[in-house]
C-alpha cells in the first residue's frame, strides 16, 4: 500500500471506514455548518426563533453560516460560532460553579470560553496551549466575550501538556484534553496538506496524544474526570489512545459511557461523523481516575 500522499490518504481511511467511506469523503468536502453559542454577556438574542439541537444546554442557534460576531451595545461579542460536536466535551465534563478545572490545550479557546459559561467565574480555569501566539487568541475571545469581573477565576498558561504532571499531581476536579490531531477535514480541503499526508504521521501525533492522556490522568484528583477529545477520523487517535491507556494504566481509571444527542458510540467513546449528522468529526471519551 502506498502510505504516502494522496492515494496513500485514500487507501488509509477506505481500508477503515470501507463502504462508507466515499459518502463519508463527501461529507467532509462539503460546506460546513455552525452553532452560534449566545453569549449572555452581550444580551443579545436571534430575531427569528433560532433552530436548536436539543440536549445541547448553551443557548444557541444553527446555521450554515453566520455573519462574523458583532459587539453589541454591552460592549461584548454576540456569539461564537462552532461545530456543534466542539459542545459535547464541554457537556461530558458535567462542569459545577466551584469545580477547578484545566483545558490542557485550549487555543484558539472556544470551549474554554463554554467552560467559562458553566464556571460563572467560581472555581477555577486554566486555560494552557504550549503556543505562544495562539494563547494571545485566548486572550482575545475572553476580552471580546466576557467583563474582566467575571474573569477572575480565570487564568491562561503556556506549558507543555505532556509534561505538566512533573510539576502538579492530584489538583483539578476535571480536565479537558482536547489533542492536536491529525484534522482529516483541513487535510482534505488542502492540496498541499494532501500531498504532505503520510501515515506515520497519525502513529507520531498518537504518541504525543497519549503522553498528554497519560498526564491528565496524574493531575486530575482521585475520582475527577477526563474528557479526551479529537477531531481525528484516524482511530489510532482515538478508540486506541484510551485502549492504550487500559493497557499502560488499569486499575486507576473507570471508563464513563454516556449517550449525547447525536453521533453514535464507538468501542470507548463517542464519534460524530458529518456523513450522518452534519457536525464534525469528533471523537471524545470519559474516563474517572478512581486510583
Ligand atoms: C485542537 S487544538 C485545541 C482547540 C481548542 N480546544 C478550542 O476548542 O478552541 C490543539 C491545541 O493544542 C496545542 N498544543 C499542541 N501541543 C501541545 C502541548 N504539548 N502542550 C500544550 N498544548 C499543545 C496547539 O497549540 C493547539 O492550539
Given amino acids: 500500500m502506498n502510505e504516502k500522499g494522496p492515494e496513500g490518504f ?62 453589541t451595545e454591552e460592549g461584548y461579542l454576540n456569539y461564537y460560532p462552532l461545530d456543534a460536536a466542539s459542545i459535547l466535551p464541554v457537556e461530558a465534563l458535567d462542569l459545577r460553579p466551584g469545580d477547578k478545572v484545566v483545558d490542557l490545550c485550549a487555543a484558539p479557546g472556544g470551549k474554554s470560553f463554554l467552560c467559562a459559561l458553566k464556571l460563572k467565574n467560581q472555581g477555577l480555569l486554566v486555560s494552557n496551549d504550549r503556543s505562544a501566539a495562539r494563547r494571545a487568541r485566548i486572550h482575545r475571545i475572553f476580552d471580546d466575550y466576557l467583563p474582566k469581573s467575571e474573569q477572575k477565576n480565570h487564568t491562561v498558561t503556556g506549558h507543555d501538556a505532556t509534561k505538566w504532571s512533573l510539576y502538579q499531581k492530584s489538583i483539578y476536579d476535571k480536565v479537558l484534553l482536547d489533542a492536536p490531531c491529525s484534522s482529516e477535514r ?41 474528557v479526551y477529545s479529537t477531531c481525528a477520523l484516524s482511530p489510532l487517535e482515538n478508540d486506541d489512545i484510551i485502549k492504550k491507556l487500559y493497557q499502560k494504566r488499569e486499575g486507576r481509571f473507570e471508563l464513563i459511557r454516556k449517550e449525547f444527542p447525536f453521533g453514535e458510540p464507538t468501542e470507548y467513546g463517542w464519534q460524530v461523523l458529518p456523513d450522518t449528522t452534519g457536525w464534525g468529526p469528533f471523537y471524545l471519551a470519559m474516563v474517572k481516575r478512581i486510583k
Avoid: C
Fill in 186 to 226: 483541513h487535510v482534505l480541503e488542502d492540496s498541499k496538506e494532501l500531498s504532505l499526508w503520510a501515515q506515520g504521521r497519525t502513529k507520531a501525533i498518537a504518541i504525543s496524544q497519549f503522553a498528554m492522556l497519560a498526564s491528565a490522568l496524574d493531575i486530575v484528583k482521585v475520582g475527577g474526570t477526563i
Fill in 10 to 71: 485514500e487507501a488509509f481511511y477506505s481500508s477503515i471506514f470501507k463502504e462508507r467511506w466515499p459518502r463519508l469523503k463527501e461529507a467532509l468536502l462539503a460546506q460546513k455548518k455552525h452553532v452560534a453559542v449566545i453569549n449572555p454577556f452581550s444580551k443579545f438574542h436571534f430575531k427569528e426563533t433560532p433552530v436548536q439541537i436539543t440536549g445541547i444546554s448553551f443557548e444557541h442557534s444553527v446555521g450554515d453560516l453566520f455573519p462574523s460576531p458583532e459587539k
